[in-house]
């Protein structure tokens, strides 16, 4: 498995801009499909986004489509997201996770993902 490490959280106010960094180390990067989750105080974890792996189709979950961008640096071993146009409600621990680059399980299910990091915190204030 791919060993992950998120870093970039913190506070910010509404309508401000975040971005996340994933290192990934242990195995070769660009073999795994990568997505973006988060979980809020009492609700469970969700999709984000996730990126294949050469970097050339990604996804998004609706909430964040138009304001959240999802990249990768396989030189790097590097995953990112831009975050644009924070609301009070992107508020959560936000976590990468990887899984095979050919495995056919859905995108959006945290069931279908391997590897995870230890997540790190968005604020964002109203």
């Known amino acids: 498995q791919v060993q992950l490490a998120e870093s970039g959280g913190g506070l910010v106010q509404a309508g401000g801009s975040l971005r996340l960094s994933c290192a990934a180390s242990?195995?070769?990067?660009?073999?795994?499909?990568m997505g973006w989750f988060r979980q809020a105080p009492g609700k469970e974890r969700e999709f984000v986004a996730a990126?294949?792996?050469?970097?050339?189709?990604?996804y998004y979950a609706d909430s964040v489509k138009g304001r959240f961008t999802i990249s990768r640096d396989n030189a790097k071993n590097t995953l990112y997201l831009e975050m644009k146009s924070l609301k009070p409600e992107d508020t959560a621990v936000y976590f990468c996770?990887?899984?095979?680059?050919?495995?056919?399980?859905?995108?959006?299910?945290?069931?279908?993902?391997?590897?995870w990091g230890l997540g790190t915190q968005v604020t964002v204030s109203s």
């Open positions: 996770a990887a899984r095979s680059a050919i495995s056919s399980g859905s995108l959006y299910a945290t069931g279908e993902y391997d590897s």
């Open positions: 990126i294949n792996w050469i970097g050339g189709s990604t």
């Open positions: 242990g195995r070769t990067f660009s073999r795994y499909t």
